[in-house]
């Protein structure tokens, strides 16, 4: 069974970093994208950054120039540095990807998320 599991949120003032950390275990045949979505009180949930397979990072415009994604293949980790946060960056952010078993279409993971706020 795949799991995910984010780490790394908390409180931040405006214009701090956080770094968020997503752990991926279980065994999937093929995987066609990592990502992390948010989902801001009274709002849908977003995406903010997407790694597709043998591709680079795409970015919501809301955050370009701000987050990075990278992945760490030889532990099954994907990550979100983020920088210069925002009140409006304060959401609960989690972890996505779209895997399939051999023989199966894509079937989306998810995490169960972690809290960031930007306050002062």
């Known amino acids: 069974q795949v799991q995910l599991v984010e780490s790394g949120g908390g409180l931040v003032q405006p214009g701090g970093s956080l770094r968020l950390a997503c752990t991926i275990s279980?065994?999937?045949?093929?995987?066609?994208?990592m990502g992390w979505y948010r989902q801001a009180p009274g709002k849908e949930r977003e995406l903010v950054a997407v790694?597709?397979?043998?591709?680079?990072?795409n970015y919501a415009s809301s955050v370009q120039g701000r987050f990075t994604m990278s992945r760490d293949i030889a532990n099954n980790a994907i990550f979100l540095q983020m920088s210069s946060l925002k009140p409006e960056d304060t959401a609960v952010y989690y972890c996505?990807?779209?895997?399939?078993?051999?023989?199966?279409?894509?079937?989306?993971?998810w995490g169960q998320g972690t809290q960031v706020t930007v306050s002062s």
């Open positions: 790694l597709f397979t043998g591709s680079v990072a």
């Open positions: 996505n990807i779209h895997a399939a078993q051999r023989g199966t279409s894509w079937i989306p993971y």
């Open positions: 279980g065994s999937v045949f093929a995987v066609n994208d």
